[in-house]
């Protein structure tokens, strides 16, 4: 474990990288739910998305928490977070560089994988919280390989893996091997430092059931409520895998080559974290994969750029430069404009959202594998970091939209796009979300159907339900989904600290009110 500042491939390769954040970064409109959220928070309305109405429609805590704390200090949401993206980005390359990294030769190949991967180059802004997750897995990862087997390394990797889970609960399935196998080494030495590591993680799902109702993202209940088979979520997870492999030549490959490292290391304890992956590959397969191309492979990805940092295939001259070679020679085979050479004037003509299979020029020759899995830094170029320098803000139609409504004043307003819109409205506009990411009880209604997006699952509102929302009064026409609403209501919306809320909510968490949701499905299906 060696400094290697001295030597031009971490120079090189910082820049390079740094030139390439500037280039491509850029914001979704995915990122811009929490950035209401924070807005809401910053303005004295609480940690919530509709004011009134407790919801949590962020995955990402610890990165939410980071956003609004920039926003407050710098007063711009923008640049705010696309600065913060590019400081956490940086800081991840600078632990790989300093602690992870056993030579630079192996240096060349990890920032060679690193410019060529459009899933890692992309989503090293975007808004999102891939950079942090980035960042936490290598420290995790630095933690697992170089600091001494005892009580203190375990609760730091605890810490660690709690942390991770405060950004994306999901990622304990890469982090859950490797760390109970941690705790199993050190016998009852591991009560305590585990439970002091995960503190935080067990604390917010704490904050997060009294103040929400449940301990789980709103976004969770959304996604997972689904109409979708199982069988088409796996056929659209395969998907998924495919048009990333084609799309995005390098990222799936370097995955599968660290995954090997893992596999016939020495050291059996690495093992665990090859456990980890498959883990979460395969939840990634059963989910039906994202709409967003690549968004939930950076992870993955990170770790077996750490596992390339110090792997012994890469320690002969040689193969160092064959491997880099190789990650470049994938990188520009990609249909559309390559990692390497992306930035300004990346068109969003061809970006074929819909993703029905037709043929489309910009492919290459090649058939769209799969249904609405976009290329969404194609699709959002106008937030491009370049194109707003250029111009002095940004235009998108949904930005319009948000603020043509907040210049009509309070109301209530059904929408499928709630990012921009939501942002740009203001606190005074209520806004339901047909794809349920906000909305309480859209999100446990199933919706979706076999041409749906997978992550965005339409909903029918149910009748009643916007008069509901806009009179304060339970309008809903069904009477079993009104009982459902009517217990939902109490417990997102309220008094925080009643004895009936609090009531409720357990109630609620116990399953008592699901057979008024589950009549009111049947009668649906019945019709």
């Given amino acids: 474990m060696t400094t290697f500042w001295r030597g031009s491939v971490p120079i090189v390769g910082v820049s390079l990288l740094s030139i390439a954040l500037v280039r491509t970064a850029w914001l979704c409109d995915d990122a811009y739910i929490s950035f209401r959220t924070a807005d809401n928070l910053l303005n004295g309305y609480g940690l919530v998305w509709n004011v009134g109405e407790r919801v949590q429609s962020f995955t990402h805590p610890l990165w939410l928490a980071l956003c609004t704390a920039a926003f407050a200090i710098t007063g711009n949401v923008y640049y705010a977070a696309i600065a913060l993206s590019v400081v956490v980005t940086l800081g991840f390359v600078f632990i790989l560089v300093t602690r992870v990294a056993v030579s630079s030769r192996h240096l060349l190949v990890c920032f060679a994988v690193l410019l060529s991967s459009k899933a890692f180059v992309d989503y090293s802004t975007s808004g999102l919280e891939n950079p942090l997750t980035h960042l936490l897995l290598l420290v995790f990862l630095w933690g697992w390989w170089y600091l001494r087997e005892d009580a203190r390394r375990l609760a730091l990797l605890s810490l660690v893996t709690a942390l991770c889970m405060l950004n994306r609960l999901d990622l304990i399935l890469i982090l859950a091997p490797p760390l109970a196998l941690a705790s199993w080494r050190l016998g009852v030495q591991a009560i305590r430092p585990v439970i002091v590591g995960t503190l935080p ?34 056929a659209r997870g395969v998907d998924y895998f495919l048009r990333t492999l084609i799309f995005d030549p390098v990222t799936l490959p370097a995955i599968a080559v660290g995954l090997a490292a893992l596999v016939w290391s020495r050291c059996r304890t690495d093992w665990s974290i090859a456990a980890g ?36 295939w890469m320690k002969t001259r040689a193969r160092a430069y064959a491997g880099a070679a190789l990650a470049v020679g994938l990188g520009l085979l990609a249909p559309w404009e390559p990692a390497l050479l992306s930035g300004y004037g990346y068109s969003d003509a061809n970006n074929l959202i819909h993703g029905r299979a037709t043929r489309d020029p910009a492919d290459g020759g090649l058939y769209t594998l799969v249904r609405g899995i976009a290329d969404e830094r194609r699709f959002y170029e106008s937030t491009g970091l370049l194109e707003v320098g250029l111009k002095g803000s940004f235009g998108h139609m949904w930005r319009s939209d948000g603020e043509d409504l907040r210049r009509g004043g309070r109301q209530v307003v059904v929408r499928g796009n709630i990012g921009l819109i939501g942002f740009y409205a203001g606190p005074e506009v209520h806004i339901i979300d047909e794809l349920a990411l906000s909305d309480p009880l859209l999100a446990r209604l199933p919706g979706g159907d076999a041409e749906s997006r997978i992550g965005h699952l339409l909903r029918t509102v149910p009748d009643g339900y916007v008069q509901s929302v806009a009179t304060g009064t339970n309008l809903i026409t069904n009477p079993n989904l009104a009982a459902y609403y009517a217990a939902l209501r109490e417990v997102v919306s309220g008094p925080l600290w009643s004895r009936t809320r609090l009531r409720t909510t357990v109630r609620f968490l116990a399953g008592r009110f699901d057979h008024y ?6 009668s649906v299906r019945a019709r």
């Fill in 201 to 234: 993680i067990v604390l917010w799902l704490a904050f997060a059931t009294f103040y929400y109702g449940t301990p789980f993202p709103n976004t969770a209940y959304a996604k997972l409520s689904t109409a979708l088979t199982t069988d088409i979520r796996l």
């Fill in 277 to 312: 992956l498959l883990l979460y590959f395969a939840y990634i397969l059963y989910i039906g994969g994202d709409f967003m191309m690549g968004r939930f492979l950076t992870a993955p990805l990170v770790v077996a750029i750490a596992v390339l940092a110090r792997t012994e």
């Fill in 517 to 522: 949701r589950l009549a009111y499905l049947e």
